[in-house]
């Protein structure tokens, strides 16, 4: 048998999705890029908010998957380890994520 | 006198916020770099939900500078020269980032 509980300490950072995440980032980087091209261009106002709403999307979604990905792996351990800080921090972060 | 209209029909795309749009657009794009490097460190979930926040916020202002400049400027002239176009490009434009 191998020792899982030592295994599952050393994994208190390790998120699933985290390439997944990252990729997404650069993604939502290079969108700023272009939105900061049609504003020097001068692209209509209404082009740019357009674009700036897919952005804030896309971010929105990104903070759903860490959330996510979070309480997929972090939270459990926390709650097994009777860990209160992990929650508490948790939830500071969705009241000011989700307000 | 100057000719005041000719002169309103070249300003049509000028806008007065167009220099602080492009400042705050690229400090977003460094503040998702921070972010990216934050999650690629396996920094804490909590920490970047509230990084990710403040991204949004900056992107709702900046939203609001470039509908204000909008408003300031191209909407008064389309106003002035009767072309319902404009607006209604608007309302739509609102009403995704609105939402």
């Known amino acids: ?3 899982k509980t030592h295994e599952h300490e050393h994994e208190h950072h390790h998120h699933s999705q985290t390439k997944a995440v990252i ?3 650069s993604r939502v980087t290079g969108h700023m890029q272009s939105v900061k091209t ?3 261009e001068g692209r ?3 082009d740019i908010l357009i674009q700036l709403s897919a952005i804030r999307s896309a971010i929105n979604n990104i903070g759903r998957i860490i959330l996510q990905d979070h309480i997929d792996h972090c939270v459990v351990d926390a709650v ?3 860990d209160k800080k992990v ?3 948790l939830n500071n972060a969705i009241e000011k994520f989700l307000k």
Chains 1, 2 share one sequence.
């Open 87 to 89: 929650l508490e921090d």
């Open 80 to 82: 097994e380890s009777g």
């Open 23 to 25: 990729n997404r980032i």
């Open 38 to 40: 049609m504003v020097e």
């Open 44 to 46: 209509d106002c209404s």
């Open 1 to 3: 048998m191998e020792s």
